[in-house]
């Protein structure tokens, strides 16, 4: 945890939090609604929410793929 902490940052969603595509897992939502606010890409293995990649203002990519777009730097 401790390698992983410099690479942290701490967001707070605004109130009312931001609009995000409906989700079929209703509990996945603020994962997106963090991901808009914080302008990051969203880096998961949840069917539900890999979805919905191409349908929201920030990227949404499966674990493999992100892995691999390291091992190419």
Same mark, same amino acid.
């Given at each position: 945890? %401790?390698?992983?902490?410099?690479?942290? =940052?701490? $967001?707070?969603? @605004?109130?009312?939090?931001? $609009? $995000? @595509?409906?989700?079929?897992? @209703?509990?996945?939502?603020?994962?997106? =609604?963090? %991901? $808009?606010? #914080?302008?990051?890409?969203?880096?998961?293995?949840?069917?539900?929410?890999?979805?919905?990649? #191409? %349908?929201?203002?920030? @990227? /949404?990519?499966? /674990?493999?793929?992100?892995?691999? #777009?390291? %091992?190419?730097?």
């Amino acid at each position: 945890m %401790a390698d992983y902490l410099p690479f942290a =940052q701490v $967001v707070t969603l @605004p109130n009312p939090p931001p $609009v $995000v @595509p409906a989700c079929r897992d @209703p509990f996945d939502a603020p994962f997106l =609604q963090l %991901a $808009v606010t #914080g302008k990051a890409t969203l880096v998961t293995g949840d069917r539900d929410l890999l979805v919905l990649s #191409g %349908a929201t203002k920030f @990227p /949404i990519l499966a /674990i493999e793929p992100f892995i691999e #777009g390291f %091992a190419s730097l």
